[in-house]
């Protein structure tokens, strides 16, 4: 198994709170993605990296930032959650190269807002 | 920007039977790859089959194989001899060929939940 962790598992918090979800790897792989997976919806790209300090948007970004200080950690920032962002995160890795670089991804997070 | 489609939120089937999951794409790009994930109850995505666009030959693994249909833009997943374990939802994903600005984003299908019947 590819070494990709998400923390936390699982969360509840306030409407208006802070929340910040890590991604640790240990693959030094130079791509790292935050995905947001909601019924209907399948998987949506909120934020990626492709390399230290070098990050951005995806399909679904606002209210989201991220950072990513160095190669093994990125981190998805809620600077004030809400309830439409209640969902299963997902990080995911890879590595560079063509079709045979699969993504490898976490094992999410389930991030509930009251 | 590419989109994908699919169009049936549920399948069920019978065990040992052969059931097919369908998926359609839009984009402009000529090069890209195509790839089928499973999503078990225990939410871990596992890589099932993945197909490049430039290549004519579908992709097989095993009991799993691919109907590639570029010039409609469809690409569905064909399991035979289903087995308990196939349970899942199962994505189809879209990924535009390395290079350029891509950065190997990934953009999903809405998910197929699979039932296998005993």
């Known amino acids: 198994d590819a070494g990709i962790t998400q923390s936390p598992r699982h969360k509840v918090t306030e409407t208006g709170t802070p929340v910040t979800l890590r991604c640790h790897q240990t693959e030094n792989h130079r791509y790292m993605y935050w995905y947001r997976q909601d019924p209907g919806h399948g998987l949506r790209l909120i934020h990626y990296s492709y390399g230290v300090k070098d990050t951005d948007k995806g399909e679904v970004s606002d209210g989201y930032s991220v950072s990513r200080s160095k190669t093994e950690d990125f981190l998805l920032t809620l600077e004030s959650a809400t309830s439409s962002q209640t969902s299963v995160y997902f990080c995911?890795?890879?590595?560079?190269?063509?079709?045979?670089?699969?993504?490898?991804f976490g094992q999410g997070t389930r991030l509930t807002v009251v | 920007a590419q989109t994908v489609t699919q169009s049936q939120p549920e399948m069920s089937v019978q065990e040992a039977e052969t059931v097919t999951l369908s998926c359609t794409y839009d984009t402009s790009e000529s090069d890209y790859y195509l790839f089928w994930y499973k999503q078990p109850p225990s939410r871990q995505m596992i890589l099932v089959i993945r197909q490049e666009a430039y290549k004519q030959q579908n992709a097989t693994e095993n009991r799993f194989s691919v109907n590639f249909q570029k010039a409609a833009k469809s690409f569905s997943l064909k399991i035979s001899d289903s087995q308990l374990g196939d349970a899942a939802m199962y994505f189809c994903?879209?990924?535009?060929?390395?290079?350029?600005?891509?950065?190997?984003?990934?953009?999903f299908g809405q998910g197929t939940i699979l039932t296998v019947h005993p």
């Open positions: 995911a890795i890879r590595d560079r190269g063509g079709v045979n670089t699969e993504a490898f």
């Open positions: 994903a879209y990924r535009t060929r390395p290079g350029g600005t891509s950065y190997g984003k990934l953009t």
